[in-house]
């Protein structure tokens, strides 16, 4: 092996490192701007505070991103695919039923939310207030999560059997309901138990399933549902 042939082995190597090296810092400024977003919300926040959490330099910040609102949208994008994540490994080992498979999914949404405090300020409450971009990331979000659950519904219900229903339409509206009792909860300091705000919610869901196949009405949950641990 030539001494140049080395020297590009080198600096190869010392490339994917770098990447590497990199690659962590900016995963620990997610981290730590999830954390800080969430305590002091967006607008309180600073690069200063973040950097000093990660335990890094503010030269590592714009190594990586370009300002607070760029390490926002990076916090959201992590934290709704992670929700995503979670959810769609609730719904793998439930019963192939619309209650269950509601119940499943809606426990790990709401347990989560309640559990991890810094999801409902970055979720819900800043991500309306950065920018237009930051808005249109959340709608773009919030369609990707009605995507799932039409593609859900479609794999119930055949379109010869859902009565002209728009299962697109039907998808956004569930979502919206689920968004909107989200807040209601946590506005009000989650009083309401978990068992009995998923319950509700899945009635929307099996209520569909008795209007496309005559399903029975759906009974009250039997005991205590599925907890999510998150960090308080």
Same mark, same amino acid.
């Given at each position: ?17 770098? #990447? ?14 999830? !954390? ?48 995503? @994540? #979670? ?38 409450? !800043? ?7 930051? @808005? ?5 979000? $919030? ?7 039409? $593609?859900?519904? !479609? ?20 979502? +919206? ?38 399903? #029975? ?7 205590? +549902? ?7």
């Amino acid at each position: 092996m030539t001494e140049r042939t080395t020297r590009r082995k080198t600096s190869r190597f010392r490339g994917v490192a770098a #990447e590497e090296r990199q690659a962590q810092r900016r995963a620990m400024l997610i981290e730590a701007g999830a !954390d800080v977003f969430g305590e002091h919300g967006f607008h309180a926040a600073t690069v200063r505070e973040i950097c000093k959490r990660a335990k890094l330099t503010e030269r590592y910040f714009y190594e990586s991103f370009a300002n607070r609102e760029a390490l926002f949208a990076a916090v959201y994008e992590q934290l709704t695919q992670n929700l995503r @994540d #979670e959810m769609v490994a609730a719904l793998l080992p439930a019963p192939r039923d619309v209650g269950a498979m509601a119940r499943a999914g809606l426990t790990t949404l709401f347990a989560s939310m309640r559990d991890d405090p810094r999801l409902m300020r970055i979720l819900f409450v !800043d991500v309306f207030t950065v920018s237009d971009e930051v @808005d249109r990331l959340s709608r773009r979000t $919030t369609g990707a999560f009605a995507q799932l659950l039409q $593609t859900l519904v !479609d794999s119930f219900y055949p379109a010869d059997r859902r009565g002209g229903l728009d299962t697109n339409l039907i998808a956004h509206g569930l979502v +919206g309901a689920c968004m909107n009792l989200v807040m209601y909860w946590a506005y009000g300091g989650y009083k309401e138990p978990l068992e009995s705000v998923v319950h509700n919610v899945a009635v929307l869901f099996e209520a569909l399933g008795a209007y496309v196949g005559g399903a #029975e009405a759906p009974a009250a949950p039997a005991g205590p +549902g599925r907890r999510v641990t998150r960090r308080r």
